[in-house]
């Protein structure tokens, strides 16, 4: 379990060093060519694109997204397929492709669909990655930065912007990572930003922000009462839909340990914690 989770942080450090949101991509093959960048996050979901020399953006709503482990055995990377359809006046306009491998981009083209003109594109590496990452969920549009700083903005369609500032990453190696999930089971997608622990940096410390469908706004997680808890953070968060529990595993001492919590009357309670033995 130990070594498994150090080796997982390291991938995760690789994965986000060299395929980092969002991807700049520029076209193949045209008489004129251009760009765009292409935001995603979890499975493919809270996704956009931004044409280069436009202000505006277009929503991208995900279709299939699958990963192929079939080259695991001879030691090769995970392959993650996307395709999006594109919205416009929320209407398909047309659909995009993207394979990501552990440093490449493999597929990745543009149907358009009233004349089905396929647009092929390949990774524009020429840019300098400045950190910035952005997901449009619900409607809102959420920025933040990978690596170099702790500010979080949510940018709502009545043109309210909020600014926050997440918790400070205590190493210049460490990257945060965004999950867009349901953490609480209410059928809305949430999304949590993550960083290393600041011991040994082999699990990460969660902060959550919940989407309230009545305000239309995110609003930070009140985190429980840590009183009974192995853990005293949030952290390498597990969803479990079917029992609507959440799990909570870090590293105390020597030991692995796991907190179960459900929610009860709209707060985080504590269940029961225990050992997680290798």
Same mark, same amino acid.
Request: aromatic share 16%; charged share 30%.
């Given at each position: 379990?130990?070594?498994?989770?150090?080796?997982? $942080?390291?991938?995760?450090?690789?994965?986000?060093?060299?395929?980092?949101?969002?991807?700049?991509?520029?076209?193949?093959?045209?008489?004129?060519?251009?760009?765009? =960048?292409?935001?995603?996050?979890? &499975?493919?979901?809270?996704?956009?694109?931004?044409?280069?020399?436009?202000?505006?953006?277009?929503?991208?709503?995900?279709?299939?997204?699958?990963?192929?482990?079939?080259?695991?055995? !001879?030691?090769?990377?995970?392959?993650?397929? #996307?395709?999006?359809?594109?919205?416009?006046?929320?209407?398909? /306009?047309?659909? %995009?492709?993207?394979?990501?491998?552990?440093?490449?981009?493999?597929? +990745?083209?543009?149907?358009?669909?009233? !004349?089905?003109?396929?647009? =092929?594109?390949?990774?524009?590496?020429?840019?300098?990655?400045?950190?910035?990452?952005?997901? $449009?969920? &619900?409607? +809102?549009?959420?920025? #933040? *930065?990978?690596?170099?700083?702790?500010?979080?903005?949510?940018? #709502?369609?009545?043109?309210?912007?909020?600014? $926050?500032?997440?918790?400070?990453?205590?190493?210049?190696? %460490?990257?945060?990572?965004?999950?867009?999930?349901?953490? /609480?089971?209410?059928?809305?997608?949430? @999304?949590?930003?993550?960083?290393?622990?600041?011991?040994?940096? +082999? #699990?990460?410390?969660?902060?959550?922000?919940? %989407?309230?469908?009545?305000?239309?706004?995110?609003?930070?997680?009140?985190?429980?009462?840590?009183?009974?808890?192995?853990?005293?953070?949030?952290?390498?968060?597990?969803?479990?839909? *079917?029992?609507?529990?959440?799990?909570?595993?870090?590293?105390?001492?020597?030991?692995?340990?796991?907190?179960?919590?459900?929610?009860?009357?709209?707060?985080?309670?504590?269940?029961?914690?225990?050992? @997680?033995?290798?």
């Amino acid at each position: 379990m130990k070594s498994f989770k150090i080796l997982f $942080l390291i991938a995760v450090f690789f994965a986000c060093r060299y395929n980092a949101q969002p991807f700049n991509l520029k076209s193949v093959g045209e008489a004129k060519e251009f760009g765009l =960048k292409i935001y995603y996050g979890t &499975h493919g979901k809270g996704a956009f694109v931004q044409y280069k020399g436009q202000k505006g953006i277009i929503p991208l709503q995900i279709k299939s997204f699958n990963v192929d482990k079939s080259g695991r055995e !001879d030691g090769q990377p995970d392959f993650t397929s #996307y395709i999006w359809e594109e919205i416009i006046d929320g209407k398909i /306009n047309g659909t %995009y492709y993207l394979t990501e491998g552990l440093r490449d981009l493999f597929d +990745v083209k543009y149907i358009r669909k009233k !004349d089905n003109r396929t647009f =092929k594109f390949e990774e524009d590496k020429t840019e300098k990655f400045d950190g910035v990452s952005k997901f $449009l969920l &619900h409607d +809102v549009m959420i920025d #933040y *930065n990978i690596v170099y700083d702790d500010r979080l903005k949510f940018m #709502y369609s009545n043109k309210q912007t909020v600014n $926050l500032e997440l918790p400070d990453m205590d190493n210049p190696n %460490y990257s945060r990572q965004a999950i867009i999930e349901d953490y /609480n089971f209410d059928g809305f997608d949430d @999304i949590s930003f993550s960083i290393p622990d600041g011991g040994m940096g +082999v #699990y990460r410390v969660f902060t959550v922000f919940i %989407y309230n469908a009545k305000t239309k706004k995110f609003e930070k997680l009140i985190e429980p009462d840590f009183s009974k808890s192995k853990c005293e953070c949030l952290c390498d968060l597990k969803m479990d839909k *079917n029992k609507k529990i959440i799990s909570s595993e870090c590293r105390g001492g020597a030991r692995w340990w796991k907190d179960l919590y459900q929610y009860k009357a709209g707060k985080l309670v504590w269940v029961r914690s225990q050992e @997680i033995v290798d």
